[in-house]
């Protein structure tokens, strides 16, 4: 499922108030975190990943894996923050614009 501009730009205002669920330390992307992180979205549906200063992995890249491994999207990546989307597939909280 790939999100229109409309769509990130509506995720984008839900999760602006958002604080990080979370958070990646020293050890970088471990599975553990990917544990979490699949946990979180299947609970909320939308949820913020920080990236600390003494993370050794890139935004992009962890973005790019957290997105590939848990089928998620990535609705926005700003300075040390991922912003990820995945829709509950049985009952769903977000209801998404119309895409164009």
Do not use: F, N, W
Not at 50 to 68: H, I, K, M, Q, W
């Amino acid at each position: 499922m790939d999100l229109t501009g409309k769509q990130r730009r509506h995720l984008r205002a839900l999760g602006h108030h958002l604080d990080p669920v979370v958070q990646l330390g020293k050890a970088g992307l471990t599975d553990g975190v990917v544990a979490a992180v699949d946990t979180a979205l299947e609970r909320h549906e939308l949820v913020k990943v920080r990236l600390g200063t003494e993370c050794p992995d890139e935004l992009s890249d962890v973005a790019e894996s957290l997105s590939t491994q848990l089928r998620a999207e990535v609705a926005q990546t700003l300075g040390r923050t991922i912003l990820m989307y995945r829709r509950h597939p049985k009952e769903p909280k977000i209801k998404l614009p119309a895409g164009s």
